[in-house]
């Protein structure tokens, strides 16, 4: 992309690209330097001095916006990765150049402002012109006027061009600043319940017109604009605003009622048209440490955007507590009497012998234990216990009897 480049093996050597980058500082468009030539050709500067290449040059702003530019700074080179914001003309060498109207003329009767490429070949009354050699041929026009040389593309037809834009040039003034709009959305508080109007988000911008959109999901939902008092505002099936917002206006939205938790985006967005003409020159620019300075060649859009998000949720109903479990595992009792006298969790008064657990013994299933249900192997051996107290029991109520017979004896 170096205009002042020398041919290389039939080529073009040119600067390598920069990514896109907003940049910084300024209220111009700010957009970043492309690689290589969109469309363009060799061009002889004063005779045969040196070739450069010479053509359309791309620069791109940070939404992916591209600039179509000529070089209007023959002998500075560009500076890879460099940044450049739209200009008006005192900022750079048109300021003091008396010619700086006719590169003007130029940009809005040569390609791409005109796109035809068939009626410019009938301007030239020649063969029809390609892309690449209307630029080339529209470049060297502008180096013509702005550089002060003798600039003739290598081909014919592109030539033809050249000679046809150079004498046919008249003053043309310089287009008036598009200045940057800036654009926010602020939504203090945009929360609260399904079927209501959630709000406002307002909006702020040195726009003419502002768009804002649902985001589709939420449109799709039956998500909706409406205004203060819940009145849905006009809007396409995409969840567009039928009719574009300006600086100071409230926009509202509201969910269906009975909708889950959830939210919702507003994209919006505001642009600006930057003109034929218009320069654009590297950040940090100085006449002697600059990037070469371009040209804007084609009508472009700068768009700025701006988000906001709101919310709804469901409020919650009380429920009837659950039991809950008391220290000693039980449940907690009812306030209402039961007529079913309840098992007491009191030990028993009566002595009790001590059962052993069904699993402490070898069972008959082979191992497997058995559900306890009040039974179990434990019950002869409960038996010869009882059956013992009985015979202790008797035996010492004859011992007692045979006692008071022989005190009474013996009496």
Not at 130 to 154: F, N
Not at 193 to 205: E, N, Q
């Amino acid at each position: 992309m170096l205009a002042s480049s020398m041919m290389v093996g039939g080529g073009l050597a040119i600067a390598s690209a920069a990514v896109a980058d907003s940049g910084t500082g300024g209220s111009g468009a700010v957009a970043t330097l492309q690689d290589g030539l969109k469309s363009g050709g060799q061009i002889t500067i004063n005779d045969g001095s040196w070739n450069a290449g010479g053509g359309l040059i791309v620069l791109k702003a940070a939404d992916g916006t591209e600039f179509d530019t000529y070089c209007i700074d023959l002998h500075n080179e560009t500076q890879t990765g460099a940044k450049y914001q739209e200009s008006d003309w005192s900022g750079i060498s048109l300021a003091t150049n008396p010619d700086a109207g006719k590169i003007n003329w130029i940009l809005q009767n040569s390609y791409p402002q005109v796109s035809d490429l068939t009626a410019l070949s009938k301007d030239i009354k020649g063969a029809p012109l390609t892309a690449d050699e209307a630029a080339a041929g529209t470049q060297a026009a502008i180096w013509t006027y702005s550089d002060h040389v003798k600039a003739v593309p290598v081909d014919s037809t592109a030539a033809a061009l050249a000679t046809y834009l150079i004498a046919n040039a008249t003053d043309v003034k310089q287009p008036t600043q598009s200045v940057t709009p800036t654009l926010t959305l602020t939504a203090p508080g945009a929360a609260g319940a399904p079927g209501a109007p959630l709000g406002p988000i307002t909006i702020a911008t040195t726009g003419a017109a502002v768009t804002a959109q649902l985001d589709e999901i939420s449109s799709k939902a039956g998500v909706v604009f409406t205004d203060a008092t819940g009145t849905v505002v006009l809007s396409d099936k995409s969840g567009k605003l039928i009719k574009p917002a300006k600086d100071g206006d409230k926009l509202y939205v509201k969910a269906p009622a009975g909708a889950s938790a959830g939210s919702a985006t507003i994209s919006a967005s505001t642009s600006v048209e930057v003109q034929v003409g218009r320069a654009f020159r590297s950040l940090n620019y100085t006449p002697t440490d600059h990037s070469q300075s371009l040209i804007l060649a084609g009508s472009q859009t700068n768009t700025v955007k701006a988000t906001a998000t709101v919310s709804w949720t469901v409020a919650t109903t009380s429920s009837s507590p659950s039991p809950s479990a008391t220290p000693s595992g039980s449940a907690t009792p009812s306030t209402t009497p039961s007529t079913t006298p309840s098992k007491s969790v009191s030990p028993s008064t009566s002595a009790a012998a001590p059962v052993p657990s069904a699993s402490s013994s070898p069972s008959s299933t082979g191992g497997k234990s058995l559900a306890f249900t009040g039974g179990g192997g434990s019950t002869p051996l409960i038996a010869s216990v009882a059956g013992a107290l009985v015979l202790l029991g008797g035996g010492a109520v004859f011992m007692m009897r045979r006692r008071g017979r022989h005190s009474r004896t013996t009496a």
